[in-house]
């Protein structure tokens, strides 16, 4: 119930930005290429649109990662395995910029986001079926995101950016256990660390 008031929220004030007035202005898109997490160097792109001067819808895509890995044991009578990693986060949110100075703006928002994870385990045993080879899981983290921070104009195009993004989220994970067995995980969190500071490059162009 709480995440669904959350949503609620998020939608009714994207629709009292839609409903607010503003002075005639050049629409615009941008493109945000940042760094994400510092420690790890997981990168990201936010694709920006504007809905009035000051107040951008944004899609955004990062910490994104795939992984194969094959081992081939030395002994024959060990089997092959294999093993697909895949994840990822989306997000979709508004941006709201107030201007300090010529040079300098602030802006925050929120993001609703969705991260992803799938692994698969492969085992080639000819004794076992093609089905019983495979071993998934999964795990789903719905988030809100509450992303802040500064922009510096170095030009009408380009602007450098430095930002913080705490961080809410429900876990949802299923786990299949080598011999089929389901087992599945439920968790709440909050979180802010210095994996959720970015920096970022932003290029503009009106549409």
């Not at 819808?57 to 910490?63: G, H, S, V």
């Not at 795939?66 to 092959?80: D, G, H, L, R, Y």
Request: proline share 3%; with cysteine; aromatic share 14%.
């Amino acid at each position: 119930m709480r995440h669904i008031l959350i949503i609620i929220i998020f939608f009714i004030s994207i629709n009292q930005t839609f409903s607010q007035a503003d002075q005639p202005y050049s629409k615009f898109n941008e493109i945000d290429l940042s760094v994400n997490s510092i420690i790890n160097l997981d990168f990201g792109v936010d694709y920006k649109t504007s809905i009035n001067k000051n107040t951008l819808l944004r899609i955004q895509i990062f910490d994104f990662d795939f992984t194969t890995q094959e081992v081939i044991p030395a002994n024959p009578s060990i089997f092959i395995t294999k093993q697909t990693e895949v994840r990822s986060t989306i997000g979709f949110g508004i941006e709201k910029r107030k201007a300090l100075t010529d040079k300098l703006l602030f802006f925050s928002g929120i993001d609703i986001l969705l991260n992803g994870w799938w692994a698969r385990l492969k085992v080639d045993d000819p004794e076992l079926s093609k089905e019983k080879q495979k071993t998934d899981n999964y795990s789903i983290h719905p988030c809100v995101g509450f992303k802040s921070g500064l922009y510096f104009k170095i030009s009408e195009e380009f602007k450098l950016g430095f930002s913080v993004f705490p961080q809410g989220y429900y876990k949802y994970t299923e786990i299949e256990t080598t011999d089929h067995l389901h087992q599945i995980s439920n968790e709440g969190d909050f979180k802010l660390s210095i994996d959720e500071i970015s920096l970022s490059v932003i290029y503009k162009w009106n549409k």
